[in-house]
């Protein structure tokens, strides 16, 4: 079976960092994706990673742990528009969501 | 920069009636996929297509749904008998088969499915 754990909500300032966690558990693993969803759209691709270590995207790293089943996104010089849903994803043979930690950036 | 295109971006119809949602996929992809989000929920997987047949489906996806490419760029979902609970929103996604199995998946914007 497949579990993906993240927190329900954050909230962080402008120009602040933010890391959100995920833990999963699947009987398979063929990476971990995270994509940010705005409320009323489709999800978009941030990262991937399938080997251990951190993965540096401009403003957005994400971090991956396979023995301890853990991942994290860390988003940096935190902007209003990075108001949103972010979601952890696990690959077997398809892609599993997590629930979404939901951020909310204040001023 | 090319996209995954969805419609209708809201379908209402009635409890039983059959519903056609329709997702034109980025054109050089291979592999497609739909997922539902019921509202206020997460993102749910129900089916995975590859050279003209499922590769892989979940428990969601049980005898009322199918899929269909039925020519060179469409790519569709068709719930026969449509429930309440179907109510929801569902997500078209296409992956480039370059890369190998890790290609991100690219989702359309997708279609607001209301049953009532």
């Known amino acids: 079976g497949q579990n993906i754990d993240q927190p329900t909500e954050m909230t962080a300032t402008e120009g602040a960092i933010v890391q959100i966690n995920c833990t999963y558990q699947?009987?398979?693993?063929?990476?971990l994706f995270w994509y940010q969803q705005h409320a009323g759209e489709a999800p978009t691709f941030l990262s991937y990673?399938?080997?251990?270590g951190l993965e540096e995207k401009g403003r957005f790293s994400s971090f991956l742990s396979r023995s301890k089943g853990y991942s994290y996104l860390l988003l940096k010089e935190l902007q209003m528009k990075d108001s949103a849903s972010y979601l952890c994803?696990?690959?077997?043979?398809?892609?599993?969501f997590g629930k979404g930690t939901k951020l909310s950036v204040i001023p | 920069e090319p996209e995954v295109t969805q419609t209708p971006s809201h379908q209402v119809t009635q409890m039983g009636q059959e519903v056609i949602l329709r997702c034109v996929p980025i054109?050089?992809?291979?592999?497609f996929y739909w997922y539902r989000q019921i509202l206020g929920q997460k993102v749910e997987f129900l089916v995975s297509?590859?050279?003209?047949?499922?590769?892989?489906k979940s428990e969601i996806f049980d005898d009322q749904f199918s899929v269909e490419r039925p020519d060179g760029s469409n790519f569709t979902l068709k719930i026969r008998s449509t429930k309440l609970e179907d109510s929801a929103m569902y997500f078209c996604?296409?992956?480039?088969?370059?890369?190998?199995?890790?290609?991100?998946?690219?989702f359309g914007p997708g279609t607001r499915l209301t049953v009532l």
């Open positions: 996604a296409s992956r480039s088969p370059r890369g190998g199995f890790y290609n991100e998946q690219f």
């Open positions: 054109s050089n992809h291979l592999y």
């Open positions: 990673n399938v080997l251990d």
């Open positions: 699947t009987s398979g693993f063929n990476g």
């Open positions: 994803a696990a690959l077997d043979y398809q892609l599993t």
């Open positions: 297509f590859y050279n003209n047949e499922i590769s892989e």
